[in-house]
């Protein structure tokens, strides 16, 4: 796998850890090239070894945090043994394989599933994403809607407010539970065996992320972002710099 004069550098500019580490990684735009719809991705065969191996230097150290369900990381990988967060910290599988899931009122989003359902209706452009505990709008083919996406998805959304709140992604909008963020995720892994006492990296893309990147900086762990939706002190071009990092990083104990 080459990279490109700029990615490279990025890779050996991101710094790699001289002490036990763990691993938090998001999935879209992060692990895997962003596609127009979530099912379209694509996983390179070369990435599950990559992350066994991973694991393996890490003591099992190392979780998926994506907005994604534990279901759907599950079969995207092929894997239901990698602990893993879900729906943004909603859900939850520790590295003993318990399940942990927020108590969400699901009746709650009955009016808003129904409302955001119309509006993907009306415009064939837009998708939506039923995720139970939390509701995501894709306009990735519909760019020209995005203002009103956003805003017709936070007035349905408002009578929620503050016991559900609407996160702004990629091409994306969507409502979940306030309570539960990928900071509560990390957070809750780094109170747990094999994550306890390492220091935490935490990757991603998307504006969600930051609450991955706060967790890690409270352990004074490293916060990397990727592509250019977000900022970090450290910084990686798109997934396949993430892999030649990680390919690196495979062999630092």
């Keep these: 796998m080459q990279l490109a004069t700029h990615d490279a550098a ?7 850890p001289v002490t036990p580490w763990c691993l938090f990684l998001d999935v ?13 991705v694509a996983v390179d065969e070369h990435l599950m070894p990559l992350l066994d ?12 945090v994506s907005g994604r369900t534990i279901s759907d990381l599950d079969n995207l990988f092929g894997r239901s043994d990698m602990p ?7 859900e939850r599988r520790d590295a003993r394989g318990a399940l942990h899931v927020a108590p969400v009122a699901l ?12 509006l993907a209706a009306g415009h064939p452009g837009l998708m939506l994403e039923d995720k139970g505990a939390g509701l995501a709008l ?12 956003r805003a017709e998805v936070a007035l349905l959304a408002a009578p929620l407010v503050p016991s559900f709140t609407v996160l702004d992604g990629h091409a994306v909008i969507e409502v979940k539970p306030a309570a539960h963020t990928k900071d509560s995720a990390v957070t809750a892994f780094m109170d747990e065996e094999p994550f306890k006492g390492r220091l935490p990296i935490f990757i991603g ?10 967790a890690v900086r409270r352990f004074d762990g490293l916060a990397i972002a990727v592509g250019p939706r977000v900022k970090s002190e450290w910084w990686l071009p798109g997934p396949r710099a993430v892999h030649r990092w990680l390919e690196q990083l495979a062999v630092r104990p």
């Design 205 to 214: 893309d998307d504006q969600t992320d930051y609450a991955g990147f706060a």
């Design 10 to 16: 990025a890779v050996r500019a991101v710094p790699l």
């Design 28 to 40: 879209d735009g992060t692990l895997l090239e962003l596609a127009e719809h979530p099912q379209a």
């Design 138 to 149: 894709h306009f990735l083919k519909a760019p020209e809607l995005e203002t009103q996406v």
């Design 53 to 64: 191996r991973l694991r393996g230097v890490a003591g099992g150290a190392l979780a998926f």
């Design 84 to 90: 893993a967060a879900g729906l943004h910290g909603c």
């Design 107 to 118: 009746e709650q989003l009955a009016e808003i599933r129904l409302g955001m359902r119309r």
